[in-house]
């Protein structure tokens, strides 16, 4: 079966079952300060998983694009990636746990015509504050599973949410395909990692709210929310030992050879195949309509660290020229029939490669400086410093099978643990800020944010009056204390600019305006000149938010009823955020 087989069965499954298909939402998330990327299918939905009326009814199907960089040290193994399509399917306070799990049941073994045999699953096991969802393990027996494959765990195993603080949350119950490997113990299980178990499909069961004295009530909407990964189902109905036999990768692995030389081996496996996975990432991101390009911050630093680990990587091959702009696009080639905007941006993402491949070049260069000048100070015998071989790393990406190298040549040592424990500390720290971005939680829909989310279009079009109609949002982030936005400009904005934008958002706060929603089909929402930040993402229905006399935009939700509820709105500051793109960060009172 090839990718495309998978993605229209997938869909049409689901459609003859009453689901809608929307189309993939963009890699960045709008609105959302705890997640860099989209992760999950749920990052876009989560206004109407929390009440709002999706246009395109309550029953839903989507491929989302998603990329995660947790599990960025496992790329390389048989199943973990960075960019991946995420099937799913949705109820929004329709069906739920019969209907779910029946409908997956049917799918895996009837469409896909894996063996029962072959899966496994997992379901919660209940604490003092949440029952044991014994239903979800009567479902799975009464399709035709047996006891001995049903696995019960706990929260850190099979439980969603909430993303936040408080809001929707509950159980799972995850699929697994027994990849045929012996048992490696008598715990061993789908929580195991020793292989045997992948996993291959969640169904999250969103019925229970966690209030703010940490006791769970349940909702009245009960949710269903599903992913299945792509290339992994599809290395499964196969018959193949690893994703990056698929399609999906063996072109991008030829390609890589054919420009290094190098045969694709077992001993440089790893090597290719964290090169395909990051350069695929590396392209989605680049061609993604919000257009974010290598930075020091954020999305653009990861986008950085996957080129540059590439970069590496091709020099570990042996190649010192720049063949990452040839890799990309045989990906464009690829995907571009199924993601029409990696077509539309492809000289936006050569682009932005090859001035990321001179610039690290450079730094590169200025590290083999650097690390000359440290080895110069050594006798043979020596060892150089745990901390000044992180530093290399650190500061100037100089890997450290580099430093191991260049002190071979000299006969000298490198402290090899104490920069393993700088390194650790480093990797630590960066979980600990990405733990704590998530804090702030994907259901923050508090009554201070959906006000910041409502200024956001007041915003943008005191920007398109002051500065012309080409300004268009590149993306935005809000979170309870202040919205930051960014459009697309090539020049700082001037004092008076910024006066008079700042004006125009409170003259419309000041005037009391109602903010009004209606459901359109996207072709009367352009006749009316509605602003669709990235048209690609809609589906047949969409919602206009409309503030009479300022704004009208294809958006989701959720808003404040009435701009003077905004009290006042304050920019604190204006930045450039990347190449021909310009930030702001402003407030409300």
């Known amino acids: 079966m090839k990718a495309n087989e998978l993605r229209k069965m997938y869909v049409e499954f689901f459609e003859k079952r009453g689901h809608k298909e929307i189309n993939s939402a963009s890699l ?47 790329v390389g193994d048989d199943t973990h990636l960075t960019f ?21 049941y049917l799918f895996l073994t009837e469409y896909l015509n894996i063996p029962v045999e072959r899966l496994a699953v997992t379901v919660f096991e209940g604490n003092s504050l949440v029952p044991r969802d ?47 490997k012996e048992k490696c113990g008598e715990n061993c299980g789908p929580a195991c990692s020793c292989g045997k178990y992948v996993e291959i499909w969640n169904n999250v069961f969103m019925e229970y709210n966690k209030n703010e004295d940490g006791t769970y009530s349940e909702l009245l909407q009960k949710n269903v929310d599903t992913g299945m990964g792509l290339e992994r189902v599809l290395t499964i109905f196969n ?56 930075s020091n911050s954020e999305q653009g630093y990861i986008l950085r660290r996957l ?47 090859e001035k990321e491949y001179l610039l690290f070049s450079k730094t590169l260069d200025s590290g083999l400086k650097m690390a000359e000048r440290y080895f110069s100070k050594l006798e043979e015998g020596n060892s150089l410093s745990g901390d000044l071989a992180f530093k290399l790393y650190d500061t100037f990406g100089f890997p450290i099978e580099f430093t191991v190298e260049l002190a071979s040549e000299r006969k000298i040592n490198v402290d090899i643990p104490v920069f393993e424990e700088k390194f650790r500390e480093h990797q630590e720290k960066s ?45 935005s982030n809000i979170n309870s204390e202040r919205l930051r936005f960014d459009f697309s400009f090539d020049r700082k904005l001037t004092k008076d600019e910024l006066e008079q934008v700042e004006k125009i958002v409170n003259e419309a706060i000041e005037k009391g305006i109602d903010v009004m929603c209606t459901e359109e089909t996207l072709e009367e929402a352009k006749a009316e000149e509605a602003i669709g930040v990235f048209e690609s993402k809609y589906g047949e ?22 701009t003077e509820e905004l009290k006042s709105f304050k920019i604190l500051k204006e930045e450039s955020s990347s190449s021909g793109v310009r930030r702001i960060k402003a407030t409300i009172g």
């Open 28 to 74: 960045l998330p709008d609105n959302d300060p705890s997640v860099l990327f989209t992760t999950a299918g749920m990052h876009p939905l989560v206004p109407y998983l929390l009440g709002e009326k999706h246009p395109q009814g309550k029953r839903l199907v989507d491929i989302q694009k998603c990329v995660r960089t947790c599990d960025i040290d496992e």
């Open 84 to 104: 991946f399509e995420m099937l799913g399917n949705w109820s929004l306070g329709d069906y739920f746990k019969e209907e779910s799990i029946t409908m997956s």
């Open 134 to 180: 014994t239903e979800s393990a009567e479902i799975w027996i009464r399709n035709g599973l047996k006891k001995e494959q049903i696995y019960f765990y706990g929260r850190d195993e099979n439980w969603w949410g909430p993303a936040g603080k408080t809001g929707p949350c509950g159980p799972d119950t995850e699929i697994f395909y027994d990849m045929g």
């Open 239 to 294: 018959g193949y030992k690893n994703v990056y036999e698929t399609e999906l990768f063996q072109p991008i692995i030829e390609k890589i050879e054919s420009l290094t030389g190098v045969n694709y081996t077992e001993e440089n496996k790893n090597t290719f195949r964290i090169i395909s996975d990051h350069m695929r990432a590396s392209t989605f991101i680049l061609g993604d309509p919000k257009g974010v390009t290598p």
């Open 307 to 353: 080129i540059r680990r590439t970069i590496r990587l091709v020099k570990k091959l042996g190649v010192n020229s720049n063949i990452i702009c040839s890799i990309a696009e045989v990906i464009i080639e690829n995907y571009g029939e199924i993601y029409s905007e990696l077509v539309k941006n492809k000289s936006f993402v050569l682009e932005q490669l």
């Open 431 to 475: 979980r600990k800020g990405a733990a704590e971005k998530f804090k702030g939680g994907l259901a923050d829909n508090s009554e201070r944010t959906t006000k910041l989310h409502t200024a956001t279009h007041l915003l943008n079009a005191a920007l398109r009056k002051v500065l012309g109609n080409t300004v268009y949002q590149r993306g």
């Open 541 to 562: 229905i969409v919602k206009v938010y409309a503030i009479p006399g300022y704004s009208k935009e294809i958006c989701g939700g959720p808003h404040a009823s009435n």
